[in-house]
């Protein structure tokens, strides 16, 4: 199997993901890619560019940039792809379970606060309409 040479400028990664130069060189700065240096431009490697793919992707689920490196770097690294699929899908779960509970404790509320409503509305209805009484 012939392993890629295609690269990709900062431009063009940015242009392609929908992001900015500045993210892609912040998360340079962190260590979460390492894009090749050919005197002072960049050159992503298709390596770097699914890193920044699954950085980009872990953002959006609401990963942290911590579990982000933590998801990404298993992936180079024993336990490699199974590893880091495993915690995944622990992860999912974690997160899938506390927005479950989020959501319950939202039904709640707004359950408690119809509640509220409708006892305030019968109070008022009780209550003597001053304009009524000029």
Same mark, same amino acid.
């Given at each position: ?19 900015? &130069?500045?993210?892609?060189?912040? *998360?340079?700065?962190?260590? /979460? ?7 002072? +431009? ?13 950085? $980009? ?7 942290? &940039?911590?579990?982000? +490196?933590?998801?990404?770097?298993? *992936? ?8 880091? $699929? ?11 379970? +506390? &927005? ?8 709640? +509320?707004?359950?408690? $606060?119809?509640? $509220? ?6 109070? /008022?209805?009780? /209550? ?7």
């Amino acid at each position: 199997m012939q392993q890629s040479t295609r690269t990709w400028s900062i431009g063009e990664l940015a242009a392609e993901f929908d992001t900015t &130069l500045r993210t892609i060189r912040f *998360y340079e700065d962190k260590g /979460l890619i390492s894009p090749e240096r050919v005197g002072t +431009a960049r050159v992503f490697h298709p390596r770097d560019r699914v890193r920044l793919q699954l950085i $980009l992707r872990g953002k959006r689920l609401g990963f942290s &940039l911590d579990e982000i +490196a933590t998801i990404v770097d298993m *992936y180079d690294s024993s336990p490699g792809e199974r590893g880091q $699929l495993e915690f995944l899908i622990s992860d999912i779960r974690q997160r899938k379970a +506390a &927005l479950e509970q989020k959501r319950q404790d939202l039904e709640e +509320a707004l359950a408690e $606060l119809d509640e $509220l409503e409708l006892r305030c509305r019968q109070d /008022l209805e009780s /209550l003597p309409d001053p304009r009524r009484q000029r």
